[in-house]
């Protein structure tokens, strides 16, 4: 009996001996290592299909309150006077 094996990295499909279920074996096309499944792809499109629920979608974060901008007021530069030098 033959397992159909599918390549993850370059999708190609491939049969293989049963007696390697549940072992590694090197893609013919591309040498990337694959785990034979147990069950060839056609049995498995037999089987019922479980969708697995999505989880619940989550809430935008409430908006940020934006508070009015005052203005900046403006001083006058203050100037200080130089001390007075000993002459």
């Given at each position: 009996m033959?397992v159909?094996?599918?390549?993850?990295?370059?999708s190609?499909q491939?049969?293989i001996?049963?007696k390697?279920?549940?072992?590694?074996a090197?893609?013919?096309?591309?040498?990337?290592?694959?785990?034979?499944?147990s069950?060839?792809?056609?049995?498995l499109?037999?089987?019922?299909?479980?969708?697995?629920p999505?989880?619940?979608?989550?809430?935008p974060?409430?908006e940020?309150?934006?508070?009015?901008t005052?203005e900046i007021p403006?001083?006058?530069a203050?100037?200080?006077?130089?001390p007075?030098?000993?002459?």
């Amino acid at each position: 009996m033959e397992v159909r094996c599918r390549c993850a990295a370059c999708s190609t499909q491939f049969k293989i001996d049963a007696k390697f279920a549940g072992k590694k074996a090197k893609c013919p096309k591309c040498a990337t290592v694959v785990v034979v499944p147990s069950v060839s792809a056609d049995e498995l499109a037999t089987f019922p299909t479980v969708t697995v629920p999505q989880p619940a979608a989550t809430q935008p974060a409430p908006e940020v309150a934006t508070f009015p901008t005052a203005e900046i007021p403006t001083f006058p530069a203050v100037v200080q006077p130089k001390p007075a030098t000993a002459a």
